[in-house]
């Protein structure tokens, strides 16, 4: 009989823009776990992935077995039949349900990542279909991102007055402007679409003299929008003074800083690019992006394309937290995105703490963040320590307990 419960190492990667060394949490934890892992001190480590998805794939401990193959082959015990019945109905029978509904992630950020959406399904099937290189899949991709420590985050655009505000007042800035919005005093939808892919397409002297402007810009009258100044040496410090996506991110999205605990959720389509700080990351299982800025050439897609799939509208800052509620005395938050893929379960114990996580009819991935202690599942007892990621089949409850004198902190994912 297969286990119902078993040890993974997930994978690490090694874009850019990660922390270097052992200073990323996201290596930090895969050596723990993975003794034929350890971290080289100039390298950077961006993001652990630990799902089943091909480009960064977890494998069993025990065995360097791909999770996808152990998947593949126990179907029924692992998967269970809500996950495989879902997953035939909304890819029209084109799924055969081998596979977790989500990905699971750290990241461990030291510059921002490439200004990006994530397309809707609509557009993912279309994009896999006429280019399954750059677009490896056709699903969606909405996902959440919890903060370890203080994450910083650009994401959503601001209300439509306060970029209509800058825009307007800071004289470099009239330039980009569109026709259809020179003599409105309400810019709609098509006029802030058209001004953010104006910015976009400006060449890097204009952004350079532009940028030098709105350093020098007076912004008393805008007190919300002063921490423009002093962002914007740190972002050009990053991407130079040439890239577009700084003067994107500057004047037209939100920028927030989440403390540890807090969460974002970014629907499909939603504008975003993550600054600094380590997060779990969770979303559906897709891997399609499209980037705007803040990357290299290669990594550039199509601005029209980009620019299109921007969904504006009211929206409030405070909308873009995602809530949790609180099961268990208060010991396991429960983050539950508005998406059938997956929630994301917190659970912080102090020394000796003990907590049950209930059966889920899903399949469930957990990876032990903090401290030390041990769990039972399924009839047996297994040992934790930072860097742990363990597999769990549906209908399998999990006993936490920390150490006498440890804290232990474990985010477990569930359908
Ligand atoms: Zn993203």
Same mark, same amino acid.
């Given at each position: 009989?297969?286990?119902?419960?078993?040890?993974?190492?997930? @994978?690490?990667?090694?874009?850019?823009?990660?922390?270097?060394?052992?200073?990323?949490?996201?290596?930090?934890?895969?050596?723990?776990?993975?003794?034929?892992?350890?971290?080289? &001190?100039? +390298?950077? !480590?961006?993001?652990?992935?630990?799902? &089943?998805?091909?480009?960064?794939?977890?494998?069993?401990?025990?065995?360097?077995?791909?999770?996808?193959?152990?998947?593949? +082959?126990?179907?029924?015990?692992?998967?269970?039949?809500?996950?495989?019945?879902?997953?035939?109905?909304?890819?029209?029978?084109? #799924?055969?349900?081998?596979?977790?509904?989500?990905?699971?992630?750290? /990241?461990?950020?030291? +510059?921002?990542? %490439?200004?990006?959406?994530?397309?809707?399904? $609509?557009?993912?099937?279309?994009?896999?279909?006429?280019?399954?290189?750059?677009?490896?899949?056709?699903?969606?991709?909405?996902?959440?991102?919890?903060?370890?420590?203080?994450?910083?985050?650009?994401?959503?655009?601001?209300?439509?007055?306060?970029?209509?505000?800058?825009?307007? #007042?800071?004289?470099?800035?009239?330039?980009?402007? %569109?026709?259809?919005?020179?003599? @409105?005093?309400?810019?709609?939808?098509?006029?802030?679409?058209?001004?953010?892919?104006?910015?976009?397409? *400006?060449?890097?002297?204009?952004?350079?003299?532009?940028?030098?402007?709105?350093?020098?810009?007076?912004? @008393?009258?805008? =007190? =919300?929008?002063? $921490?423009?100044?002093?962002?914007? %040496?740190?972002?050009?410090?990053?991407?130079?003074?040439?890239?577009?996506?700084?003067?994107?991110? /500057?004047?037209?999205?939100?920028?927030?800083?989440?403390?540890?605990?807090? *969460?974002? !959720?970014?629907?499909?389509?939603?504008?975003?690019? $993550?600054?600094?700080?380590?997060?779990?990351?969770?979303? *559906?299982?897709?891997?399609?992006?499209?980037?705007?800025?803040?990357?290299?050439?290669?990594?550039?897609?199509?601005?029209?394309?980009?620019?299109? @799939? /921007?969904?504006?509208?009211?929206?409030?800052?405070?909308?873009? $937290?995602?809530?949790?509620?609180?099961?268990?005395?208060?010991?396991?938050?429960? !983050?539950?995105?508005?998406?059938?893929?997956?929630?994301?379960?917190?659970?912080?114990?102090?020394?000796? &703490?003990?907590?049950?996580?209930?059966?889920? &009819?899903?399949?469930?991935?957990?990876?032990?963040? =903090?401290?030390?202690?041990?769990?039972? *599942?399924?009839?047996?007892?297994?040992?934790?320590?930072?860097?742990?990621?363990?597999?769990?089949?549906?209908?399998?409850?999990?006993?936490?307990?920390?150490?006498?004198? #440890?804290?232990?902190?474990?985010?477990?994912?569930?359908?």
């Amino acid at each position: 009989m297969t286990d119902r419960v078993f040890q993974l190492i997930g @994978s690490c990667n090694n874009f850019p823009w990660g922390q270097k060394g052992s200073k990323s949490l996201a290596a930090r934890l895969c050596a723990k776990a993975d003794k034929e892992f350890s971290p080289e &001190d100039d +390298k950077p !480590y961006s993001e652990l992935w630990f799902g &089943d998805y091909p480009d960064f794939p977890a494998r069993v401990l025990s065995t360097r077995e791909l999770l996808s193959d152990v998947l593949d +082959k126990n179907k029924e015990t692992l998967l269970g039949k809500r996950v495989i019945e879902e997953e035939l109905l909304y890819s029209g029978g084109k #799924q055969t349900g081998q596979h977790l509904p989500y990905l699971p992630k750290i /990241l461990s950020i030291a +510059k921002a990542l %490439p200004l990006q959406i994530h397309p809707d399904k $609509y557009l993912a099937e279309k994009l896999h279909a006429e280019d399954p290189e750059t677009f490896t899949d056709a699903n969606h991709k909405p996902e959440i991102a919890i903060a370890l420590t203080p994450f910083e985050v650009f994401a959503g655009f601001k209300p439509a007055q306060e970029i209509q505000a800058l825009f307007t #007042q800071i004289p470099d800035l009239r330039q980009f402007i %569109p026709d259809s919005a020179q003599n @409105s005093t309400n810019w709609d939808e098509n006029s802030l679409r058209e001004l953010v892919l104006t910015v976009l397409r *400006a060449t890097p002297e204009t952004v350079k003299s532009v940028a030098a402007a709105l350093q020098k810009a007076d912004l @008393s009258s805008m =007190k =919300k929008q002063t $921490y423009i100044q002093d962002l914007l %040496p740190r972002l050009q410090e990053q991407y130079s003074e040439r890239d577009p996506a700084t003067l994107v991110a /500057l004047l037209t999205m939100n920028y927030m800083t989440l403390l540890p605990g807090e *969460a974002l !959720y970014i629907p499909a389509d939603g504008i975003h690019a $993550y600054l600094s700080g380590d997060i779990v990351e969770c979303m *559906a299982r897709s891997n399609n992006v499209v980037n705007a800025g803040f990357c290299g050439p290669s990594e550039m897609n199509n601005l029209e394309l980009f620019a299109k @799939s /921007l969904t504006f509208g009211e929206q409030n800052v405070e909308d873009l $937290y995602l809530k949790y509620e609180e099961i268990g005395s208060s010991k396991t938050r429960v !983050y539950n995105p508005p998406i059938r893929e997956f929630r994301v379960l917190r659970t912080t114990l102090g020394g000796g &703490d003990f907590e049950v996580l209930g059966q889920y &009819d899903g399949p469930g991935v957990f990876i032990v963040t =903090k401290g030390r202690g041990q769990f039972k *599942a399924d009839g047996k007892e297994f040992g934790l320590e930072e860097g742990s990621i363990y597999f769990v089949a549906p209908g399998v409850e999990v006993q936490f307990e920390a150490s006498k004198d #440890q804290e232990l902190e474990v985010f477990t994912v569930v359908v």
